[in-house]
């Protein structure tokens, strides 16, 4: 069964400032990784998606890294904006199951 | 990508009712559909695959008697809630595979 872990649970950081989210996987044989944000008591917004095959994806500030082979995913957000608070969930899909980590909340402070 | 709506957004209802919610694929024929359960400050956890013309597949740990889906067309599965009890309070979302994973904006439930 695929466990899906994220850390750090909670983060907050001024302004500006980088923001790195750590994801880990036990089972590999993946078939894409996703990142979402979660805004409270709402839905699910899709950030992004790396197929098995790639090792990055990126779009605006936010960039993602994946290695399959060690079980990892890093979400990186560059100069972080209030807005940007959120939850960031990333989920593994084995055959387009997802499996979700519990999630990093993010506070950027102004 | 896939447009995925559901209804209603939120539900209250009284213990003992059940509660009928809807997942639709708007642009998109989807054979196979998803169902998620999210608890208060815990993540998202797989409760079924909705598949059409078929029975529904249930994740270990959720009882196919209570949580009733019925994936009746291309475009719309549900999902029931029968008997609700204060305990199945929580969000309910839905998603449908094309490529990625698209979600439904969730349904909140609570039983008072």
């Known amino acids: 069964k695929q466990e899906v872990t994220q850390i750090p649970a909670a983060l907050s950081v001024p302004e500006g400032e980088n923001l790195v989210l750590n994801c880990s996987f036990t089972?590999?044989?993946?078939?894409?990784l996703q990142w979402f944000r979660q805004d409270p008591g709402k839905g699910l917004t899709s950030l992004l998606l790396?197929?098995?095959?790639?090792r990055e994806q990126t779009s605006g500030r936010l960039n993602a890294s994946l290695d399959k082979s060690s079980g990892r995913s890093t979400l990186y957000i560059a100069a972080s904006q209030p807005g940007d608070s959120a939850t960031y969930l990333c989920?593994?899909?084995?055959?387009?199951?997802?499996?979700f980590g519990a999630g990093t909340t993010v506070t950027v402070r102004a | 990508g896939a447009v995925v709506s559901q209804h209603p957004s939120w539900v209250i209802c009284k213990s003992g009712t059940s509660v009928k919610i809807e997942c639709r694929s708007l642009?998109?024929?989807?054979?196979?559909m998803f169902w998620y359960r999210q608890f208060p400050k815990q993540s998202l956890m797989l409760m079924a695959t909705?598949?059409?013309?078929?029975?529904?597949?249930?994740e270990q740990g959720v009882e196919k008697d209570k949580f009733l889906i019925n994936h009746a067309s291309l475009t719309l599965s549900t999902l029931t809630v029968t008997s609700a009890h204060p305990e199945d309070s929580s969000f309910y979302i839905c998603?449908?595979?094309?490529?990625?994973?698209?979600f439904g904006p969730g349904t909140r439930l609570t039983v008072l």
């Open positions: 642009d998109f024929q989807a054979t196979t």
């Open positions: 998603s449908v595979p094309y490529n990625e994973q698209f």
């Open positions: 989920a593994a899909a084995n055959d387009y199951k997802l499996s």
């Open positions: 909705s598949n059409e013309g078929s029975k529904a597949t249930y």
């Open positions: 089972d590999s044989a993946i078939y894409n």
């Open positions: 790396i197929q098995s095959s790639q």
